[in-house]
Every structure is written in structure tokens, then in C-alpha cells.
């Protein structure tokens, strides 16, 4: 089981990488939280990885982060409905300690909000991956700066601000660069002004 990846990485592009790792090139699937973290191209680049055997197809999917690799194992092995691709486009589209904050406050209209995710589904992912996340992960670098030690808070911002018409991918990314500056501790209300402020 390949579980990282060390080398330079070769080529990217939003949804791919190659990895050189002393002369044997990977070819890695990966979220756009994780290509945009990505170095140079001949940089020395590390990937947590999932490797995803299906009867037609072998994928090697990577992460910035081992919270992401497992959060994105989570999606796919535990929640029926969810395939790789699926599980791939929900993590482009928001952080994974989004993910997990919308998920343990219940919030269907935010999950549902990811393509290929429908309020069926939304209601199965929090219903089977609700009690998995007790906090959360950390892994590392966290998608959201210092961690977001009140998840509840960052989800009510991120359901204000889609309630108001910002696009699920731009609220989570005013969201994290307002926990950013506030600090993990700031309450929704703090975060949704500074969210709009920067719009």
C-alpha cells in the first residue's frame, strides 16, 4: 500500500500531479485545496496518498495533508453513493475541516451544495459520518489556518454566507482567510463581517 509520496514533482494541473521519486514517475489525482498548495514544478513535493482499486481502473488519489487523505477514505468507503470522484469534487470544492464542521452541525443545504451531492445524500453523509468526527483534524497543516477550534461557528458563517449568494467555494475561502486573521476563536458573526468585507 503506498501511503506517501516524496519526490519532485514533474507536472501539474488542478486535478493531477506527477511525481518523480528517484526516476519511477506517479501519476496522482488530486483535490484543488491540494493543487493549489502545490511547489514549483522541480520542487521537492510530499503527498499523503490513497490507493483505489476498482475492476476497470487503478488510482493513486494524493493530499496535502493526512487529515484530507483520511477524511477523503472516509467519504469513500463509508458512505454508500460516494465514489472516488465524487469524494475528489466535494474536497475541490470546500476544505475538508469545512467538510467535517457542515457535517457534524447537520447541515444538508451546505453539503448539498457540492456537485454530485444531493439532499438524499447530504442527509447519508451526515447521518453515517456525524459521530466519526468528534473534532476537527488537524493532520498537520490544516486547510483552515491554527484549526478551527469552534467548528459550529465556521459552519454558520459558510451557511450565512451561500444563504446569501456567495458561491460554496468562495465562502469557504473568504471563511478560512477570516478565521486566518480572527483567529480560531472568533464567532460566526465576527467571521461572516470580515467574510463580506473582503467581497
Do not use: W
Not at 443545504?109 to 456537485?115: A, Q
Not at 438524499?120 to 453523509?125: D, G, P, V
Not at 467555494?169 to 477570516?178: E, L, M, S
Amino acid at each position: 500500500m503506498i501511503v506517501a509520496l516524496r519526490g519532485k514533482l514533474a507536472k501539474s494541473s488542478p486535478l493531477g500531479a506527477v511525481v518523480d521519486v528517484n526516476g519511477v514517475f506517479y501519476g496522482v489525482s488530486i483535490p484543488l485545496t491540494t493543487a493549489e498548495r502545490l511547489p514549483k514544478i522541480g520542487a521537492e513535493v510530499f503527498l499523503h496518498t490513497l490507493a483505489v482499486y476498482r475492476e476497470d481502473s487503478h488510482t493513486l488519489y494524493g493530499f496535502a495533508t493526512e487529515g484530507d487523505r483520511d477524511f477523503f477514505a472516509a467519504l469513500v468507503e463509508k458512505v454508500s453513493g460516494i465514489g472516488p470522484k465524487i469524494a475528489l469534487n466535494m474536497l475541490s470544492r470546500m476544505s475538508a475541516d469545512s467538510l467535517k464542521s457542515a457535517i457534524m452541525a447537520g447541515d444538508v443545504s451546505l453539503l448539498s451544495k457540492c456537485p454530485g451531492i444531493g439532499r438524499k445524500t447530504a442527509e447519508r453523509l451526515v447521518l453515517e459520518l456525524r459521530g466519526a468526527f468528534g473534532a476537527p483534524a488537524s493532520g498537520g497543516a490544516s486547510a483552515l489556518p491554527q484549526g478551527a477550534s469552534n467548528p459550529a461557528n465556521v459552519s454558520d458563517a459558510l451557511a450565512a454566507l451561500v444563504a446569501l449568494g456567495v458561491k460554496p467555494a468562495d465562502a469557504d475561502k473568504a471563511v478560512r482567510a477570516a478565521v486566518s486573521k480572527l483567529g480560531a476563536d472568533a464567532n460566526a458573526e465576527e467571521l461572516i463581517r470580515l467574510s463580506l468585507s473582503s467581497k
